[in-house]
């Protein structure tokens, strides 16, 4: 059974920064692209990054590009978002979810998720 758990969410002012962990089990974690979603009150959810298998490629939005960072760890399972600068309008629950694909950027296109860790930015 696959598994997905994101930790490290919480509350932060802006400016701040958080780094959520997504720790996976059940699957062949090396082969599998791993991306970041994340869903505002509201709002559909959107996708904040991906990396590949190797973790040598990334790609993100222009939202989040250049504060946010992707990596992983093959060796412990576990992908990892880096977020620095935070603003009021990062806020949102923020999922993690495996891939076949690099390209992945759709929702659809993710086999796997996890349950999701709250992340408030306050002004």
């Known amino acids: 059974q696959v598994q997905l758990v994101e930790s490290g969410g919480g509350s932060v002012q802006a400016g701040g920064s958080l780094r959520l962990s997504c720790a996976a089990s059940?699957?062949?974690?090396?082969?599998?692209?791993m991306g970041w979603f994340r869903q505002a009150p509201g709002k559909e959810r959107e996708f904040v990054a991906v990396?590949?298998?190797?973790?040598?490629?990334?790609a993100y939005p222009d939202s989040v590009k250049g504060r946010f960072r992707i990596s992983r760890d093959n060796a412990k399972n576990t992908v990892y978002l880096d977020m620095t600068s935070l603003k009021p309008e990062d806020t949102a629950v923020y999922y993690c979810?495996?891939?076949?694909?690099?390209?992945?950027?759709?929702?659809?296109?993710?086999?796997?998720w996890g349950q999701g860790t709250q992340v408030t930015v306050s002004s």
């Open positions: 990396t590949s298998g190797s973790g040598s490629s990334t």
């Open positions: 059940g699957l062949a974690f090396s082969t599998f692209a």
């Open positions: 979810a495996a891939a076949y694909s690099l390209r992945s950027r759709t929702q659809a296109e993710y086999k796997y």
